[in-house]
Every structure is written in C-alpha cells, then in structure tokens.
C-alpha cells in the first residue's frame, strides 16, 4: 500500500500551499498508509537560481531566496510561543547554508550543486514544519540516485534507496525527499534536468515497489520577482483537476480525462503539456504502477489516473510553439521532411485519440473547416508512429480557432 507522493513548486510554494501538503501528508499517517514525499525547489526558487548562475550574479537574487524561505518558516510558525528565538535559529541556520554552498558551487562551476540548493531547502523547511505535527525525516537524493553520464544506474540506485528508505520507515520517520537532485559515483551532485523531480518520484516508486504515485499540482498566480503569490479560486482549481482535453482558458468545453495511457501522456509531455516528466514513464510502465494527477486545494477529487493501458480511449489537444517542441540541436525528434513546414508554420498542435491517425473522418471535417475559413495547415507524417497521436502544423493566428474546432470533432467521436 506504500504511495510516493510528489508535490510541485507550487504545492510548496508559500506556507498556505505548505499548509495543505502536509494535510495530505497527515491523512496518509492517520491512515496508517505508508509514504515516501518527494518535494520540488519552492514556486520561481529554481529559475531565480538559474538566472544567478548563467547570467547575473547579483546578490540581491540570493538574498531574495532567503527572504523567501524565512518569511515562509514566520508564518508557518507565527503561533508558536518562541517564534522569535526558532525564527533567528532558522534564519541564521537558512542563510549559512545558502552561503556556503551556493560559494562552494560557483567557484567549482557545479551547475547541477548550485540549482538544487532549493530542493535542499525545501526538504528543510517542510520537514521542519511536518515534525511539529507528525515524525519525519529529510531525505537528499545525490548520495541514493547515481547516474553515469546522463543515464541513471538503475542497480545501484535501486539498491541505495531501498536501504535508505527502509531504514527511515523502520525508525518511525516519514521521508521527505529532494527531488531534482542526483549525483555520481565520484560524490559529485548531478540533476535529472528541469522537471525531474516526476522522474525522481517513480526512480523511487520503481525501487520501492510502491502501489501507486501521486503528482500533486495546485494552480497559483505570480508575483512579479517570479515567486508564488496566490492560490487561485477553487473555481480555477476545478478546471486544473488532472489533465484536461484541452486548454480550459481556450476552450470553455473542456473536460478532464479520467484515464489516460502512459504513451499518450509521453506524447502529450513531449509537446510541452506539463504532465508528466517523458523519463519518468519508463519505471512505471516497467513496474506497472499507476499514476494519478492531483490537485492539493482538492484533495479528496480523484483527478487523472495514468496507466500501462487505457480503457476509456482519451482525446486530448495540446498546443506548443515549434521552438519549444524541437531540441536544441535541431529536429532530433521531427522528421527531416518537416524543416519545410517549419519555415511556413510557427505552431503545432497535438490531438490524442482513438485511432486518429486512420480517421478519414476527422481529416476531412478538419479540412473543409480550415479551407471555408481560409487557414493553411498540414499534416506531418506520424511522428511518434502511433495510431492514437495526429501533429497539426498551422500559423499562430489560426491556431487558437483550430483548436476549438478540432476539439469539437474529437468529442463528437
């Protein structure tokens, strides 16, 4: 019945997100439901650690963090009744470590050290909180997950987290574990690159033979230093609740999907649809173990269930810039033939559904809408080979009409 519950930025972001985590966390513990929690860097933390890094080394970006993370221990324990001595032990014990490392990783160029610094804190200061209510203990992947090159070694790692977790668990401790973060077998810290905190959740569900994961997600808006403000209404929550047919901001139709297979959602995640980490897919459908998208302001909805094999057949579009579908080095994923459309379009769309691909129907709807309207846009060849999976390539003024038309078709199906 182990679970390994993984909570995003946003689901750590401030101390109300902090607030409902370990809710989630504490249900599981009343319920005598074994679990391992595996936590991002808090919402912006990350890209605020990038931007030190690679353009501004302004030391105002780092005192930012730590302003961050000492008004969020404040207000966590603002009722406690020696909140001014924990606060200046926290504040002083934050900072030094925030100092020490971040020196030690800029003089060493560890670009990998220096970005999980925020997972690091984040593990602290959660575990910090959840202590106060219920025992826990954190858990900092770069000595369990090891990689050779880019590649995790699976037998190594399998092993080092089966001990570590076991021997947490036996002392009475919830682990609370860094995700994003990994190292190597010379002691030298790695990461699973952007989003990988997924990836480290099913590393450890895979290892530990868990019965499910749970990606955790909650929708906020932003501050303008790029850290979370708000968690939004619970009428937006509800639009958000697992993956969605579509862009609800788009497309007022849009309804979630219940189930969905992990090819699909590898398809999806590969055209930038945030839902899942496409490396994290393989140690599930190896295991078999089932995933399920969530929202921390609702717990108790079921959101999406991800599995080896769909039984309701999903229909899903996503949209994203080509810039941002294509690699760094080119069109690694793409066809050759599709350098040409590539110069003519700027956006693709992808649609997930039932045989899509050999649907003459849905084609030829798509064609007469686009000609009556006057919109170009072609089909590329089956990128990922797959029946379920059609790639739309059309101009970004159009792109938005042709979801919603698309997204008509598919649910009329």
């Not at 190594?156 to 077998?185: C, Q, W």
Request: hydrophobic share 35%.
């Amino acid at each position: 019945m182990l679970k390994v519950l993984k909570f995003g930025g946003s689901s750590v972001g401030c101390a109300d997100s902090i607030k409902r985590t370990a809710d989630i966390v504490f249900r599981n513990h009343i319920n005598k439901i074994p679990q391992i929690v595996v936590v991002s860097a808090m919402y912006g933390v990350t890209n605020k650690l990038e931007k030190y890094y690679f353009q501004d080394k302004n030391p105002l970006l780092i005192n930012e963090i730590k302003m961050l993370h000492n008004q969020t221990y404040n207000e966590l324990f603002c009722d406690h009744i020696n909140i001014d001595n924990l606060s200046s032990q926290y504040n002083v014990q934050m900072a030094n470590f925030i100092d020490k490392y971040s020196d030690k990783y800029i003089k060493n160029n560890s670009y990998s050290g220096f970005v999980t610094i925020g997972e690091a804190l984040s593990v602290n200061l959660l575990s910090r909180y959840m202590s106060s209510i219920i025992p826990t203990h954190p858990v900092y992947t770069n000595d369990l997950i090891i990689m050779n090159g880019d590649t995790v070694d699976f037998d190594i790692s399998n092993r080092l987290i089966k001990k570590k977790i076991i021997n947490v668990h036996d002392e009475g401790y919830i682990p609370i574990v860094t995700g994003f973060m990994a190292g190597d077998n010379n002691g030298n810290i790695k990461t699973l690159n952007r989003g990988g905190s997924d990836y480290t959740a099913s590393i450890i569900a895979s290892a530990m033979k868990a019965s499910c994961v749970e990606l955790w997600k909650l929708e906020c808006t932003k501050k303008d230093n790029g850290f979370m403000d708000k968690i939004k209404p619970l009428t937006e929550q509800r639009k958000w609740l697992g993956i969605v047919s579509a862009n609800p901001t788009h497309v007022k139709n849009a309804e979630i999907v219940d189930t969905i297979g992990y090819v699909e959602a590898n398809i999806l995640s590969k055209f930038g649809k945030k839902v899942i980490h496409p490396k994290a897919v393989e140690p599930l459908l190896i295991s078999n173990i089932p995933l399920y998208v969530k929202n921390t302001a609702i717990p108790e909805d079921e959101g999406t269930v991800i599995t080896k094999k769909s039984n309701n057949n999903p229909k899903v579009i996503v949209d994203q810039q080509l810039k941002q579908f294509i690699d760094e080095n080119g069109t690694n994923i793409i066809d050759p033939d599709v350098k040409t459309l590539m110069e003519n379009h700027s956006d693709i769309i992808a649609v997930i559904g039932p045989n899509l691909n050999n649907n003459d129907n849905f084609k030829n709807c798509l064609n007469s809408y686009c000609k009556l309207k006057g919109f170009e846009y072609t089909f590329p060849k089956k990128l990922f080979g797959d029946d379920n999976f059609v790639s739309i390539f059309a101009h970004k003024k159009d792109k938005d009409q042709i979801i919603k038309f698309t997204h008509s078709i598919i649910s009329e199906e």
